[in-house]
């Protein structure tokens, strides 16, 4: 089993930056994959980003490409979300993800395949 928090969420304007933190309890989650999703009032639950277990490959939702950097940390047993260039359109609710998964597995965008999910932080971005 593993415990996920997500802290970092707020209120921004158009232009600012954000770093979201997800703190995992629990089993080794050096073992685990990791991703950010979000949702939007009204809409389904997006992929942001994700990351492997040793933090060498990494993916992005096209929306956010080339904005958003995921990273991790094994021995402090968090994900990070950097978020810069923020839109009005990333406002949502950011979910962190994981699921265990072996030394070589590809990564995957789909939020079926993550066990574990934490509550939520808000991001808001308006001016």
């Known amino acids: 089993q593993v415990r996920l928090v997500e802290s970092g969420g707020g209120v921004v304007q158009p232009g600012g930056s954000l770093r979201l933190s997800c703190a995992a309890s629990g089993r080794a989650f050096k073992n685990f994959a990791a991703a950010w999703f979000r949702q939007a009032p009204g809409e389904e639950r997006e992929f942001v980003a994700t990351?492997?277990?040793?933090?060498?490959?990494?993916d992005y939702g096209d929306s956010v490409e080339g904005r958003f950097t995921i990273s991790r940390d094994n021995n402090m047993n968090t994900v990070s979300l950097q978020l810069n260039s923020l839109k009005p359109e990333d406002t949502a609710v950011y979910y962190c993800?994981?699921?265990?998964?072996?030394?070589?597995?590809?990564?995957?965008?789909?939020?079926?395949?993550?066990?574990?999910w934490g509550q939520g932080t808000q991001v808001t971005v308006s001016s």
């Open positions: 990351i492997s277990r040793g933090g060498g490959n990494t």
């Open positions: 993800a994981a699921r265990r998964a072996i030394l070589t597995a590809p990564l995957t965008t789909q939020p079926e395949s993550y066990d574990y």
